[in-house]
């Protein structure tokens, strides 16, 4: 079987190389760039904005607990059941059992990575239910039985004639190439499911303390049929989504659009604090919202990256990110792809199956730049090298890094080293990327570094030399 880094490293090359594919998601990020750059410009400040979100998410992760009581304690009493559940399975048993206990048949979902995080469509599928995603992108992606692709645009790989293509081989419509057209396609679908659904499913923005609600932003209204035409709601929601107050969304609402889609605001925001209350006359009648932890609080523990709990998954560190521009959202092989991927998925599921992904960087930092809640991405991608480096120390990467210390610690074995590679230097040029260049691997795609014809102790000689 695969490894994790093999799959990896065979999808990057794959994709890498596929021209068309770089194409699509230059095109597609293109005007996202000039649309963020712009709403930016509307924040009186956005670096204080970026430290003030910093500060406000830094408060409500180091008070974690305070605030999830405040939360849950505020939802109850509305009448909402609340689960705490440790990882995946408790969480995808207990929606299974609150459908079973409502003899359910289909279920409605509107976007959730945490529901992906939890596989929870495919165990609800594996124990009969009909789930069908109620996003457009999830749908699509959901149609072509393949996990999303962007944290926020989970469809933004294919073109509208591959989505033309799709509804009409899976949904029998006519061929179009017309957005608004692909829209009414899915949307007259989706209309008969939300009325035949007997669960909503959704996940959660921000999960307020001071008033125990959930805060949805959307900007196709699918979250508010979702959760308001079915019977019963059941909201997943990890424990890092919490935000002090409501208030703090006046901050958080417009930079997460901003951050994330380039808009101002998006267009639907709704806050959920429970069932339907007497006199109400919509809204579900059972509320459940299940609380997942899935091993954040061990990153909670790490006093080092627990900043990585901040994030609001906004996607903007993976659109500007060089390496997930060239390989692809898919490449990564996780659900939160991108740098905010490579950073979480060691944390979440293994260090030693992820390791790889901590390599899957520049460095260039564009990533952290561009982080509304200012996590240090690039620098917890060094951290988690480091980690993996410790925990599961590579003997050969050890033998190179002891041997490049011995040789800079005694000037003159450097100086024999230096001397022996300049003469190595025009045979390294001759089988450069042959089968018997040792190191093919590295020069196939990248040009060897050539050393200087003299080195600077040389030089230094001659120019005091009279
Ligand atoms: S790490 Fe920052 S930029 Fe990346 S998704 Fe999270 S909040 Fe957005």
Known sequence: MKTHARQFNESARHYTADLHHR?????????????????????????????????????????????????VSRLEARGTKVFWAP??????????????????????????????????NEALKQNGFEVVESDLGEYIVQLRREPPYHLVFPAMHLTRRQISDLFHDRLGSEPTNDPEDLTMIARRVMRRKYCEADMGISGANFAIAETGMISITENEGNARLTTSLPKVHVALVGIEK??????????????????????????????????????????????????LDNRRTELLADAEQRDALHC?????????????????????????????????????????????LSQASSLCGACTEACPVKI?????????????????????????????????????????????????????????GTVLDPLRAWTKTRSFPA????????????????
């Not at 279920?107 to 945490?114: D, E, F, G, L, Y």
């Open 23 to 71: 194409e699509l998601i230059q095109k597609a990020l293109a005007g996202y760039y000039a649309r963020r750059d712009e709403f930016k410009s509307r924040f009186q400040s956005w670096p204080a904005a970026r430290d003030l979100a910093a500060d406000i998410k830094r408060e409500a992760i180091n008070h974690l607990d305070r605030y999830l009581d405040e939360f």
């Open 87 to 120: 990882g995946a399975k408790e969480a995808r048993d207990y929606i299974i059992g609150v459908a079973q206990q409502h003899k359910v048949r289909s279920v409605i979902k509107s976007k959730s990575m945490t529901a992906e995080e939890i596989h929870l």
């Open 242 to 291: 919490v935000l002090p107050k409501l208030s703090d969304l006046a901050l958080f609402l417009p930079m997460l659009a901003t951050a994330g889609a380039g808009q101002s605001i998006t267009c639907y925001n709704t806050l959920y604090g429970g069932p339907r209350q007497p006199g109400e006359p919509d809204g579900p009648e059972e509320f459940h919202v299940v609380l």
């Open 312 to 356: 609001i998954r906004c996607g903007a560190c993976l659109n500007v990110c060089p390496v997930f521009k060239n390989v692809g959202g898919h490449s990564y092989g996780t659900t939160y792809q991108g740098p905010i991927g490579s950073v979480i998925t060691p944390h979440l599921r293994g260090l030693q199956d992820w390791k790889h």
């Open 376 to 432: 240090n991405l690039h620098h917890h991608l060094l951290h988690n090298r480091r980690n993996a480096v410790r925990v599961y120390p590579a003997p050969l990467d050890n033998l190179l890094q002891t041997t490049f210390v011995f040789v800079m610690c005694r000037p003159g074995l450097y100086q024999l080293a230096a001397r022996l590679g300049r003469l190595a230097q025009p045979l390294q040029r001759l089988i450069r």
């Open 451 to 466: 050393l200087a014809e003299k080195s600077f102790r040389d030089r230094w000689r001659e120019r005091k030399t009279p």
